[in-house]
């Protein structure tokens, strides 16, 4: 039995990697995630355009703060500040 359909379901943080592994696998020529049909995407609780100015200031100084020692790459999507890091490689050159 070989699969033909694929679903996708996302909480939170998992809802912003389902979607990221969906334009990953997507095949915009034949309409189909890895081989597969698309049939249903779901994402609950996901911050798809970031958290930035959902917060009270102190806090957002807070994660200022700690981004520098301690920010990574999904701090820097959550507040919507990976647009540069986001860029191809190629683009940089």
Not at 9 to 32: E, H, K, Q
Not at 59 to 75: K, Q
Request: glycine share 10%; proline share 6%.
């Amino acid at each position: 039995a070989r699969l033909k359909y694929i679903s996708f379901f996302g909480n939170s943080l998992g809802g912003l990697i389902a979607r990221y592994a969906f334009g990953l696998l997507f095949n915009p020529d034949t309409g189909l995630l890895a081989g597969l049909q698309p049939v249903t995407f779901v994402s609950m609780a996901a911050p798809h355009l970031g958290i930035a100015g959902m917060m009270p200031k102190t806090v957002e100084r807070l994660v200022d703060f700690l981004d520098a020692p301690y920010g990574g790459r999904t701090m820097k999507q959550l507040f919507l500040r990976d647009a540069r890091a986001m860029q191809s490689p190629s683009a940089s050159s």
